[in-house]
Each structure stands twice: as C-alpha cells, then as structure tokens.
T-cell receptor, first 111, second 113 residues
Framework: EAGVTQFPSHSVIEKGQTVTLRCDPI?????LYWYRRVMGKEIKFLLH????????ESGMPNNRFLAERTGGTYSTLKVQPAELEDSGVYFC?????????FGSGTRLTVV | AQSVSQHNHHVILSEAASLELGCNYS??????LFWYVQYPGQHLQLLLK??????LVKGIKGFEAEFIKSKFSFNLRKPSVQWSDTAEYFC???????????FGKGTSLLVTP
C-alpha cells in the first residue's frame, strides 16, 4: 500500500512569494491532517479534514494559510504571502481510525 | 493548558546502554498515548501506543513504555540500544475528546558504536 506522499520535499522561496504544498493521503483515508514543525519546537497541529470538509482549523497560524482538499482526496496547503517565520517542516498525515500515517514532510525555507 | 513535555532534548549513548526517555503530559480525563520515531531521512513512524489495559506496552524494535497515571507519565525504555536506534523520538497524546496528536518537542538520540 502506498503511504502518504508529500510534494515537494523541499522548497526555498523568498519572503512575499506564494508556495503550495501538496499531500496525497493513503487511499480510502477520510481523515487528513496538516502539522508543522518550526525548528527547535514541537510538531504543531494545523488542521484536520474529514473527507473534503474542514473539521478543525484552529491550529492555522493566520489567514495567509489556506488549505483545501478537493473531492476528499489530495490536499493542498498554500502560504500567501510567505513570511520568514513560516519556515519549517510541514507534515501531512492521514488515518481511517486511530492509526495515523505520516508523510515525509515538506521542508519550507523562506529567505 | 494541555501540553506534552519531553525532558531530554539530546541524548548520547553508547551501544548496549539502556535508554529511558521521559514524557509527561498535562491533560484532564482519558488520554491515548503514543511514541513516534523519525529515523534520519524518513517519515514519522509509530513505535508504540497505549489506549487502555496493561500500562506496560511493548512496541517495535524492542521498545517499551510504561503509563503511570498518577505521575501523568509515559516513559519510553529500551534495555540495550543499537546504533540503528539513532533517531528523533516524539511523545504524543490524544485526549478522548480530540482527534489530533499533540506532540512533545522531541528527543534526539545518538547512539555511538
């Protein structure tokens, strides 16, 4: 079974630019999560989709972040415009029950 | 506030040494507890979990963890570490009223030959 796939694995952008991260969950997993780890800090929850609906987006830092999940399949996380403090590793995860499977993450560097 | 604390941020051990990584949480009510591991260049993987029952849980690769409710702790242990255990270890909690994992800051373990 394919795991959770994230693209790109690395992204370096300038402050003010836009970046879109993509996550392909495990097929059939209704739950999709985004997490972020800023260097030296803990992995923080950003938001949770159940199928195509946002169940909880309380962890989203601000309105520069926009997540979508088209048709309940893959998800995108757009940062526009990016700021320096947005640098970190963005993890996507999916689950059908309690067992959560993580992707390898996208390392975002804003310069 | 709900939180997960991992006491050791960086640990260096020689092969065959015993390992114990501390994890404490501050949540009211029932919790589900997890340890995840991230090997260099790989994704986060589940080491073990505790939902209920025997508070001593065994996971993959010889790891175990003990849930002590009175101490709000879920420490990870391994009697004899190997070089291949070099990785970052994360304690995480889901409260019964939630669904998202709440992580500690992680412990970076380096095992030297």
């Amino acid at each position: 079974e394919a795991g959770v796939t994230q693209f790109p694995s690395h992204s370096v952008i300038e402050k003010g630019q836009t970046v879109t991260l993509r996550c392909d969950p495990i097929s059939g997993h209704d739950n999709l999560y985004w997490y972020r780890r800023v260097m030296g800090k803990e992995i923080k929850f950003l938001l949770h989709f159940v199928k195509e609906s946002k169940q909880d987006e309380s962890g989203m830092p601000n309105n520069r972040f926009l997540a979508e999940r088209t048709g309940g399949t893959y998800s995108t996380l757009k940062v526009q415009p990016a700021e320096l403090e947005d640098s970190g590793v963005y993890f996507c995860a999916s689950s059908q029950s309690w067992e959560t499977t993580f992707g390898s993450g996208t390392r975002l560097t804003v310069v | 506030a709900q939180s997960v604390s991992q006491h050791n941020h960086h640990v260096i051990l020689s092969e065959a040494a015993s390992l114990e990584l501390g994890c404490n949480y501050s949540y009211g009510g029932t919790v589900n507890l997890f340890w995840y591991v991230q090997y260099p260049g790989q994704h986060l993987q589940l080491l073990l979990k505790y939902f209920s029952g025997d508070p001593l849980v065994k996971g993959i690769k010889g790891f175990e963890a003990e849930f002590i409710k009175s101490k709000f702790s879920f420490n990870l242990r391994k009697p004899s570490v190997q070089w291949s255990d070099t990785a970052e270890y994360f304690c995480a909690v889901i409260s019964n009223s939630g669904y998202a994992l709440n992580f500690g800051k992680g412990t970076s373990l380096l095992v030297t030959p």
